[in-house]
């Protein structure tokens, strides 16, 4: 689960990570008390919305102006004007597509006096089974560009559970960002806090794009992007009151609902599919075949009828769907279970593009006898390959 820059900011604040003070704005009218209250004389307003490369951005609508999602502002009366001017406003970024997303919320925060700027960020090492440490003096960049083209600038380390953040982390982190003396001390001190804060909320990644150093001699996190492991917010309520539905896929919210894997995605061939490798193999051969896959879908091992139908009516319901392929492998789930899910859903919601469906496994026999004797017009498919042949065909044939 993704959250704001200002909630992320205020969640490390609990842990003493040095931040600038701010204020979230969710209408135009707030703009004004909010700057003052900072006091000045120096602003920024930022765009909240779940995506990177805000600063770079653009709105859609002529009234923001080109000078991105991340603004300086140095008067209270250009606060109130950028504050009207983004909020409403579709900011397209490099990660959220031509449709751009929406800015429902600004972020006002005190202006800080920039001396360096580097990065740092926590995540799971999956080979190690650790949280990683990545630290690089190039703040403020793409860290993707930095690893392809100066790798040499980037330190990583991982931190043995066992012990926890140790003295000399926080030196190595000190020593890759060129810090001596007191700024090595913050840098140390900065590193537990950021330890503590990812292990005690369960994150899968944190981020510091830029951590700066100020012309105080302080160091300071100047953005903060945090996602958690979703597997673990039922032991953070607190965590899971922030998140913000406006910023999710409605498809993927309602899949939720009915604890379904579903990643929304630009092709025209929704998938239905148990089990997580399966649904992988499944959008490689569709894309083998010529075509795109819509989505990720994996309605899991112990599915219901209920369950199935749930997935089927959320695939139905995008638009760019152009045909549907059903693949599963009945293992704990059972064939005939999926057949009557998706025969229920197909009498509720109707069919109006190509099905394909692939049964294997389980009341393998059950299943196809179930799906025949329904009526509906259902291609049958003996394997994948076969599968993802036939549903590929059924769609360039319409299109």
Not at 74 to 99: C, F, K, W
Request: with cysteine.
């Amino acid at each position: 689960m993704n959250i704001h820059e200002y909630q992320a900011k205020s969640v490390l604040r609990e842990f003493g990570v040095p931040v600038p003070r701010g204020i979230p704005v969710f209408a135009a009218s707030e703009a004004e008390a909010a700057a003052k209250e900072l006091g000045g004389p120096v602003w920024v307003v930022k765009s909240q919305i779940h995506a990177g490369g805000r600063g770079k951005g653009t709105f859609k609508e002529a009234k923001a102006g080109d000078k991105g999602g991340v603004r300086l502002a140095r008067s209270i009366e250009e606060v109130v004007a950028y504050a009207g001017q983004i909020l409403g406003n579709t900011l397209v970024t490099v990660q959220t597509g031509p449709a751009g997303r929406q800015v429902n919320r600004i972020y006002i925060e005190d202006g800080s006096n920039i001396a360096k700027e580097f990065y740092v960020s926590l995540l799971v090492d999956r080979v190690t089974s650790r949280v990683s440490f990545v630290v690089s003096t190039e703040g403020g960049m793409d860290i993707e560009d930095v690893a392809h083209n100066t790798p040499e600038k980037i330190t990583t380390f991982s931190v043995d559970p066992a012990t926890g953040v140790m003295p000399h982390h926080g030196r190595t982190v000190a020593k890759a960002l060129g810090l001596e003396g007191d700024l090595a001390k913050q840098a140390g001190a900065l590193t537990a806090k950021l330890y503590e804060a990812f292990v005690a909320k369960d994150m899968a990644m944190l981020e510091i794009n830029p951590l700066i150093v100020s012309a105080e001699g302080e160091l300071r996190c100047l953005d903060a992007k945090v996602s958690f492991d979703s597997n673990a917010l039922y032991r953070h309520p607190d965590v899971f009151a922030l998140r913000d539905e406006g910023e999710e896929d409605a498809k993927e919210i309602e899949a939720s609902k009915h604890d379904l894997n579903y990643i929304t995605l630009s092709g025209s061939i929704g998938c239905m599919v148990n089990g997580a490798g399966l649904a992988m193999a499944t959008m490689d051969i569709i894309k083998l075949y010529g075509a795109e896959p819509a989505n990720f879908l994996d309605v899991g091992g112990g599915a219901t009828k209920e369950k199935v139908a749930a997935a089927f009516k959320i695939i139905t319901a995008d638009e760019s769907v152009k045909g549907i392929l059903v693949n599963i492998f009945g293992g704990i789930m059972k064939c005939d279970v999926i057949a009557e899910g998706v025969i229920a859903a197909v009498k509720e919601v109707g069919l109006q593009v190509p099905l394909v469906v692939r049964l294997e496994g389980t009341n393998v026999e059950l299943g196809k006898e179930i799906i025949g004797k329904s009526g509906l017009d259902v291609i049958s498919a003996d394997d994948l390959d076969d599968a993802a042949q036939k549903i590929v065909a059924a769609v360039k044939a319409r299109h």
